[in-house]
């Protein structure tokens, strides 16, 4: 039977673990095993540097911190052996890069996840994934924006263009006219007189 003081101890997490879901955006549930030492260490660092914490913890625990979130659903994923990935800011940063390994090791697998307050299964963990990074989709929207407005000031230019060689032209015709029509002009006043 465990002590008192373990007991307590293992109450703290639950509750921290809890509250850590309970303001995530977003978490993935991975089955950890296989993963070598060099991977895991790669791994971790991804996951650390995109602001990601990551963490192998026994199924019991996650299990009752998700009856207190009230991520009930998580707990159908929950044996073997888990690691859990928490992100608060982006939400996509652990999917993108779990799967990343996922794909490499076979019996890494990502079981599911959480995704703004819902529990969300493996399938959409594995479609977030192929989500562009944020700088990607925000260039593409600027993209699509500018594009019209190129060609508007294209349509503008050409327009503007054209109607600077009519002016052009017109000035050129009446100084003909004016040179043509000049010594006739000098001709028939003397003739007149």
């Given at each position: 039977m465990p002590s008192e003081k373990i007991l307590e101890q293992?109450?703290?997490?639950?509750?921290?673990?809890?509250e850590k879901l309970g303001r995530a955006t977003s978490g993935v549930l991975v089955k950890y095993e296989g993963i070598k030492v060099d991977d895991d260490t790669k791994l971790r660092a991804a996951l650390r540097e995109a602001g990601v914490e990551y963490s192998v913890i026994k199924n019991t625990l996650i299990g009752k911190a998700c009856d207190i979130a009230g991520f009930e659903g998580l707990k159908s994923e929950l044996d073997g052996m888990n690691a859990l990935a928490i992100s608060y800011n982006d939400p996509i940063a652990p999917a993108k890069i779990l799967k990343q390994y996922a794909d490499k090791i076979e019996?890494?697998?990502i079981r599911g996840g959480l995704l703004e307050g819902k529990v969300v299964d493996a399938a959409i963990v594995n479609e977030l994934a192929g989500i562009p990074p944020k700088e990607i989709l925000i260039s593409k929207l600027l993209g699509s924006v500018q594009s019209p407005l190129y060609k508007l000031a294209y349509v503008l230019q050409a327009i503007?263009?054209?109607?600077?060689?009519?002016?052009?032209e017109k000035p050129a015709e009446a100084a003909e006219v004016k040179e043509e029509s000049a010594p006739a002009e000098a001709t028939e006043a003397p003739a007149a007189e």
């Amino acid at each position: 039977m465990p002590s008192e003081k373990i007991l307590e101890q293992k109450k703290a997490l639950v509750e921290s673990l809890a509250e850590k879901l309970g303001r995530a955006t977003s978490g993935v549930l991975v089955k950890y095993e296989g993963i070598k030492v060099d991977d895991d260490t790669k791994l971790r660092a991804a996951l650390r540097e995109a602001g990601v914490e990551y963490s192998v913890i026994k199924n019991t625990l996650i299990g009752k911190a998700c009856d207190i979130a009230g991520f009930e659903g998580l707990k159908s994923e929950l044996d073997g052996m888990n690691a859990l990935a928490i992100s608060y800011n982006d939400p996509i940063a652990p999917a993108k890069i779990l799967k990343q390994y996922a794909d490499k090791i076979e019996t890494f697998e990502i079981r599911g996840g959480l995704l703004e307050g819902k529990v969300v299964d493996a399938a959409i963990v594995n479609e977030l994934a192929g989500i562009p990074p944020k700088e990607i989709l925000i260039s593409k929207l600027l993209g699509s924006v500018q594009s019209p407005l190129y060609k508007l000031a294209y349509v503008l230019q050409a327009i503007a263009d054209k109607g600077e060689d009519a002016t052009e032209e017109k000035p050129a015709e009446a100084a003909e006219v004016k040179e043509e029509s000049a010594p006739a002009e000098a001709t028939e006043a003397p003739a007149a007189e």
